[in-house]
């Protein structure tokens, strides 16, 4: 987005009402001229709906009725928290109404009063209410559904209508600004031109035209981020490698000193990642393949090529617990290997003198591969000759982050594994810097999981499941959506689970429970017993979801599956079918939705996650208007790369017929390394 030039330089303290004391609390959100007031966008939009009536309300659903409160509300007190309690009505019906901490609110709303109450309708004890709903007069609600309200990100100090006065006033001393992009090709991908866009998406005049700003802001951003890929992908292909490698027998020792064969997409991918090693150009390539697809083997064959020809190399993962058990299983399968690399673990929990010890193996050559977390690059560590850097589970990094791992070599290799299977279509945009290899099946001898949906009142069969797959001497895991007990969701959670599973499974199995408040070493004791089945059922939160390995576990039952995204839950699936015996996953539905069944029947009907990725894609569709949660992939200002893909497939078609000339101005420059 091109911004007049002065606008780049005026502190936000010359606008009228903005002190120093607001301009120190706008700076918390990196704003600190009038371009960064203009460039923060909404996070939201406050567009309210329709009238409805209350016999039409649903759980989980936002709701606006015109009712009248039944009864003087009553205010209840459990600790801190303050409940202000009563009932609406209308001419279809009644339902209970919450607010939290309001409890001024008694004095306020007399009963009898016709008002409209707009709020999301939640459940309890099998029971609607509408929860902590904002309170309008009928004539006050009309007038604000005629223009959508933006809702700022805001931080200590600053309230959404300071932003609003703040961002108009800077709009206002903005100069009508020529469009970057040609006429010809606005109007041929039918997006708003750039100026318009911008004033609209901060003061809408209807619902269309804030569909079309925020499509073209969307596009600025997806078309900033595919050039910077463009220019990584040329300055990429021009980068010879300081590590030159000759990897002509390391897939022959591979063969000698693994306990099992590779299968046929194996070989081919290793074959793919040890020619680029030997090519004497700098390797940039994404590994995908579904959980359980052996990208760890492949990864390691990796690591022992770089090893073997001298060279350091080292892995990152998101937790501590999957970098424990990269060791373990990456020593294991070197054992018959007749030379062994040094293999290192570094990770946040360790003590200071122990990570000052590994730092000190690391500068000196005394470790060959490096297994750690953020750790790897958080702290000052120093790697004598890094050839090759590994990236597990790359959904949960971001491209900075890659960088700065790449700063500690020479321009070292790069290997990108993600186990969060990506549309092919999908992915050739957003690494358009890498090379991909795809590992298209599973290792054989594995059965294909079966899969149930059920609803909680089937539970008892799932549990009589369970107990029939322990008397096999197999395990099982129970993931829930909570740690504990919540006063505001209607959910299983870990504490109550765990202990309600020791009572019924007394004297016949061991129950132990993980979730991610659990101090590191508590986790990884929980961890080691389990996989030493010391525990047969294990209760959980999605802290398991990544990498855990555990052949004997043969059951997975989820509670309020339909509370996780797809990708989570096939991950979760992706803890059973690693051993040779036939697994099970059983998706408990907590609540009847239609969008909800039909997201699980994909994952019941399928276990190949491409599909499912796509099927997730379609799924989706455009992206919410008012505000959508963001797929956590990669992270824009208002775009959104799953919810927002039909706007990323416009990007680039643009960037193939038109790039602009060396003196624009590139707003994502975090991402070209």
Known sequence: MSLAAEQTTIPVTALKGIGPKTGAALAKLGIHTTADLIRHYPCRFACYPALQTLNTAEEDTSIAVQATLQTTLTVIRRGRLVMTQGKLADVSGEIAVRWYNMPYLKKSLSPGRCLVFFGKVQKKGGLLFLEQPKIFRPEEYETLRAHPVPVYPLSSGITNRVLIRAIQESLSRMPFQPDWLPKELCSAHQLMDEDTAIREIHAPQSIPRLAAAKRRIIFNEFYEFLLGVRKMKERASLACSAFPMDCSDILSDARRFLPFSLTAFQEKVCLEITGDLSSGTVMNRLLQGDVGSGKTVVALIALYAAFRNGYQSAIMVPTEVLARQHQKTMEQLLRHAEQKPRILLLTGSLKDSEKKEVQKQIESHAADIVIGTHALIQEPVKFHRLALVVTDEQHRFGVQQRGIFAEKGLHPHMLVMSATPIPRTLAVILYGDLDISTIEARPSGRLPVKNAVIMKQERPNALLHIKRELEKGHQAYIICPLVEKSEFLDAENVLDYSEALKESFRGIASVGCLHGRMREEEKQQVMEDFAAQRIDILVSTTVIEVGIDVPNAT????????????????????????????????????????????????????????????????????????????SGELTFGLGDIYNDYPVLQTAKAVLEEYEPGENRKTLRQDVIL
């Open 555 to 630: 059951v997975m039952m989820i509670e309020d599956a339909e509370r996780y995204g797809l990708a989570s839950l096939h991950q979760l699936r992706g803890r059973v079918g690693r051993g040779s015996g036939q697994s099970y996953c059983i998706f408990v539905q907590g609540k009847q939705s239609e969008r909800g069944k039909k997201r699980l029947e994909i994952l019941a009907h399928s276990n190949d996650g491409f599909a499912i990725a796509a099927a997730d894609l379609k799924m989706r569709g455009p992206g919410e208007l008012f505000g959508a949660e963001q």
